[in-house]
Nanobody, 115 residues
């Protein structure tokens, strides 16, 4: 079955960096668009970044210039490099993909930006 496993979250000071990873299994990873979402307390889940099979990338406005999404098809892994982190980036970050009729999510990884 499809599994998405995130890692790399943690506590970081404002201005710091983190790199999130999402390892996928059970899918032909290289043909699917992969997404990173986040959900802050009391807020709706929002799409942060997407990367297509052809390596086209899209970002939410607040992430442009600070976050970079990338993928390594040999490792079935998608990454989110987050630089210049702000307290408002604090959230649980989720990996996501759609495979046929299925909508798949990882378990999430907590990112906390605080001094």
């Amino acid at each position: 079955q499809v599994q998405l496993v995130e890692s790399g979250g943690g506590l970081v000071q404002p201005g710091g960096s983190l790199r999130l990873s999402c390892a996928a299994s059970g899918i032909m990873f290289w043909i699917y668009t992969m997404d990173w979402y986040r959900q802050a307390p009391g807020k709706q889940r929002e799409l942060v970044a997407s990367i297509t099979s052809g390596n086209s990338k899209n970002y939410v406005e607040s992430a442009k210039g600070r976050f970079t999404i990338s993928r390594d098809n040999a490792k079935n892994t998608v990454y989110l490099q987050m630089n210049s982190l702000k307290p408002e980036d604090t959230a649980v970050y989720y990996c996501h993909t759609i495979v046929g009729q299925g909508d798949y999510w990882g378990q999430g990884t907590q990112v906390t930006v605080s001094s």
